[in-house]
């Protein structure tokens, strides 16, 4: 297999999630349409599975990112499922509909293939259907090598070893994200705590 592309530092700010932003989460997948879910997931997800497969996700062995608009809403998702006993991640992504076309989608993609890649592992597999257009265009731009049979597809990259600069990236992308993250609550806090100018006395 073909080693990996250098990943480039993400120009949007993705940042860890952890188990409190579960409902977070919850809420950005149950707001993708029917065929949308189907897409992310390879088959129909009614609201009750998307909850459960929320509630069942393990931040302490996988890692989850996400990508958060000015009001501090989850609008890019993506989970890296790891294997140690194999050194494989495995990767989903969903992006909300109304934010696509930005480079989040991407931007997820590459964050995840770093953090695989400083975590040691070797091989990243993501699973989508074959009609899913939007994610064979991203595997392909990152250079996931693709495999489609009976309409799914099977996307796989090669993951270079670990070198300072991939530590020294990551930092630098966590920092990034850290930052906004700030930057975007005190703009939330201050857009919802300012008082609203009283009325002129008749």
């Known amino acids: 297999m073909a080693e990996a592309a250098m ?3 993400p120009p949007v700010p993705v940042q860890h999630l952890n188990p409190r932003h579960r409902e977070d989460i919850a809420r950005h997948l149950l707001l993708l349409p029917e ?3 189907r897409l992310r997931f390879g088959r129909h997800m009614r609201d009750d599975t998307i909850r459960e497969y929320v ?11 996400g990508v958060h608009d000015a009001d501090l809403n989850l609008i890019g998702f993506a989970h890296l499922a790891l294997a140690p ?3 494989v991640a495995e990767l989903g992504v969903s992006v909300d509909p109304s934010a696509r076309g930005k480079g989040y989608g991407f931007a997820l993609l590459e964050r995840v293939v770093l953090h695989a890649t400083n975590l040691g592992y070797r091989v990243l597999f993501m699973y989508c259907l074959a009609e899913n257009g939007i994610m064979m265009h991203l595997a392909r731009k990152a250079g996931l090598k693709i495999v489609v049979e009976a309409g799914e597809a099977d996307a796989r990259l090669a993951l270079d070893r670990v070198t300072p600069g991939d530590m020294l990236r990551e930092a630098i992308a966590d920092q990034f994200a850290l930052v906004d993250c700030m930057l975007k609550q005190q703009y939330f806090w ?13």
């Open 85 to 87: 006993a194999t050194q």
């Open 55 to 65: 509630d069942h996700i393990d931040f302490e062995r996988d890692r989850v990112f």
């Open 7 to 9: 990943v480039p530092l």
């Open 35 to 37: 065929e949308d879910r």
């Open 190 to 202: 201050l857009a919802h705590s300012t008082p609203e100018p009283k009325a002129a006395a008749g």
